[in-house]
T-cell receptor, first 114, second 115 residues
Framework: QQQVKQSPQSLIVQKGGISIINCAYE??????FPWYQQFPGKGPALLIA?????SEKKEGRFTISFNKSAKQFSLHIMDSQPGDSATYFC?????????????FGRGTSLIVHP | DGGITQSPKYLFRKEGQNVTLSCEQN?????MYWYRQDPGQGLRLIYY???????QKGDIAEGYSVSREKKESFPLTVTSAQKNPTAFYLC??????????????FGEGSWLTVV
């Protein structure tokens, strides 16, 4: 059972456009939602994260929007640049379950054309 | 600099061979993880360890084995029982415990190809 569903699987955007990646979850006990960015041949790295007590978090051109009632969260990349081309993973973690291991989405491959 | 070192970066395995991927971290993290990455499959957890001399199976542990004899080391052995081992393998670590912003740090990965 896929606990965090991520879409789209791939995304092509023109330079300067907005990239939007969506994730949906089922477990209402999830309490921490990080996004990871992975460049080809490298390991993922934390990009930005949000807790469910806020609806939005912004860091530079990257924004997480969080809708607790809909159990959805999304990553928005404003003014997308070719250097943003990477695979993006959303994740969610349930502390109450006693495990600190996040559940990852399947990833979105983003290509930003110059 | 602190980080996670995986070796080798590229490894070729013959049918029937066991191979071991190395993972060392100097972040003083208690928890360590192994993930497998295949195109379109995301990150799948193989094994994890929250403390020395203890480890737990993840979602796809069959055909793999690990050890955790030292805090900083968590090697992964891909055994001949793993029928489709060709993949990108990622080692990771984190502080263990109920810290809300518990970031997982990943190594650079190891490519394993069966020849």
């Amino acid at each position: 059972q896929q606990q965090v569903k991520q879409s789209p699987q791939s995304l092509i955007v023109q330079k300067g456009g907005i990239s939007i990646i969506n994730c949906a979850y089922e477990n209402t006990a999830f309490d921490y939602f990080p996004w990871y960015q992975q460049f080809p041949g490298k390991g993922p790295a934390l990009l930005i994260a949000i807790r469910p007590d806020v609806s939005e978090k912004k860091e530079g051109r990257f924004t997480i929007s969080f809708n607790k009632s809909a159990k959805q969260f999304s990553l928005h990349i404003m003014d997308s640049q070719p250097g943003d081309s990477a695979t993006y993973f959303c994740a969610a973690r349930d502390l109450s379950g006693g495990s600190y291991i996040p559940t990852f989405g399947r990833g979105t491959s983003l290509i930003v054309h110059p | 600099d602190g980080g996670i070192t995986q070796s080798p970066k590229y490894l070729f395995r013959k049918e029937g061979q066991n191979v071991t991927l190395s993972c060392e971290q100097n972040l003083n993290h208690d928890a360590m993880y192994w993930y497998r990455q295949d195109p379109g499959q995301g990150l799948r957890l193989i094994y994890y360890s929250q403390i020395v001399n203890d480890f737990q199976k993840g979602d796809i542990a069959e055909g793999y084995s690990v050890s955790r004899e030292k805090k900083e080391s968590f090697p992964l052995t891909v055994t001949s029982a793993q029928k489709n081992p060709t993949a990108f393998y990622l080692c990771a670590s984190s502080i263990d415990g109920p810290y809300l912003e518990n970031t997982i740090y990943f190594g650079e990965g190891s490519w394993l190809t069966v020849v």
